[in-house]
Every structure is written in structure tokens, then in C-alpha cells.
């Protein structure tokens, strides 16, 4: 099977997608914009991309779009994530002045990089981070990156668990193109809806979906292509397989407008 992710070898994108495709032939994309296309296009089979994190929230350049994909969420599935400062053979911590990873992770470590006086570098991929920082062959420059990208490019791990938070987990989604099946074990969907504006809409929204057995465990507001309209994100629990979404959009809430559904899929824990 041909897997999809936006990233290089030995990113945390790869990584996921090694662990919940260890058979697959794994294609790595440049850009999210690269990644949809390709699974748009039939270039992969799955996607796997990253949609949300413990510390810095949500990926809103995945999440803006998966309302206008043509593919369905069927999978998710969590990698703990600990940044290692990789450097040249022979560099020092005391002199590195440049960090840098991909924006996500740099924010996933900011109270580090800004304690130690080290200066961001955004680029577009962790592992990309660490082939130019290989490439550069400067002592002063470090990659944050997975530990288990340092020996590919000969640099060394000058300093482990670079994170914020000891918690810090990233959740990725795996998309499958069309409308598949819902499958017996599938006991979480990720929609998106918009209320009317009027007092209580979303509180009604809410409570509708409550009523019909459904666990709200996320919610978040993302503006729409209409200026100051907004659609409200959700995941949620409910009893599983078709049954168990049917129970709760089938009639569809009438509190709710322009509603997708982005996918049905096993939860993890």
C-alpha cells in the first residue's frame, strides 16, 4: 500500500507512519498543500499527517482542509514526542546560537530556545531541519529534531527531551479517499458544522448532540470563506460502528448548518 506524509525520512510524520503501516511503501511530500494532492490524485493509497498536539494544539494547515478534501478521516493514532538538539561531531552546547525544525516543534520548545538565547529557524520538516543542518556544516547551528535522525547525517545528540511539556504527544489522522465505510469498531467521528447566529445556537448544537449519546472530547472555531462566519470543529464518542453514528446524525441535528462529516474511526487512548 502506498502511504502518504508530509515530511522526510526520519520526521515524526515517518515515524507514525511506519508504526501504523509497517508493510507500506511510504511517500514523503514537501508541503500539506503536496500531501492532499497527491492522495486527491490517487498518487497514495493513505495519508497520514498530523492534526493536533498536547502542548501547541491544533495543525491548522491540516485542519483547514480536510473540510474541502475529497477523503475521509478512518484512522488516528498518537507518537510521544522528544525533541533532541542534534549538532556537528565535536560542537558544544555553549555554542550553538541557531535552532533549527519545523514551526510546530520549535513552539513545542519555545521556553527552551528562548531561556538558552538560541534563535528560531523555521524550515519544513524536522528532518529536513536536520539534512541542512548536516549540510551546513556549521558549529554554531542545531537541529531539534528526532534523536533517531542524528546518526543517518552523522551529527550527535547534544542535548535530550527538548519539550515544554513532558506530556507533549502528537495526534495523527490517517485520511482514505471518498466515503469508506464506517467500520464495527468505529466508536469516534470528527465533524464540522455552523449555527445560526442567534443566542444559545451553539449551546443548542451541543446539548442536541448530547441528548442523542454523543461525548464531546474537542471543540474548536475556525473562520469560514465568508468573512466573520465561522464553523465549529468537534470530535466526539459515541456507541460504535454505523449504528452508533447513525444514532446521532440520523435525522441530522436541526440546530446545525453546513455540516461535513470528516470521518468515523476506532478511538485511541
Known sequence: MLIGYQGERYSYSDRASLEMFPGG??????????????LAAGNVERLVL????????????VLDRLVDAPARIVAEHQVEV????????GASLEGIKQVR????????AEAIIQARGWQPIPTHDTAGAVRETAEHQNPAEAA???PEAARPHNLEVLM??????AHNTTRFV????GEPPIAADANKSSMAFETQHRPGALALALTELGLRGANLTRIES???DTPWRYRMFVDLIHRPGPDGFSEVFNPLPGSMSELHHLGTYRAEV
Open 82 to 89: 522528544r525533541h533532541a538538539l542534534l549538532g556537528l561531531p
Open 174 to 177: 490517517v485520511l482514505a479517499s
Open 144 to 146: 531539534l529534531a528526532p
Open 25 to 38: 511503501d511510504l511517500i514523503g511530500y514537501s508541503s500539506f498543500v503536496a500531501a492532499f494532492s497527491a
Open 160 to 165: 535530550s527531551d527538548v519539550v515544554d511539556r
Open 50 to 61: 498530523p492534526i493536533e498536539n498536547s502542548t501547541t494544539g491544533s495543525v491548522l494547515p
Open 101 to 108: 525544525s519545523h514551526p510546530e516543534a520549535l513552539a513545542q
Open 222 to 224: 475556525r473562520p469560514t
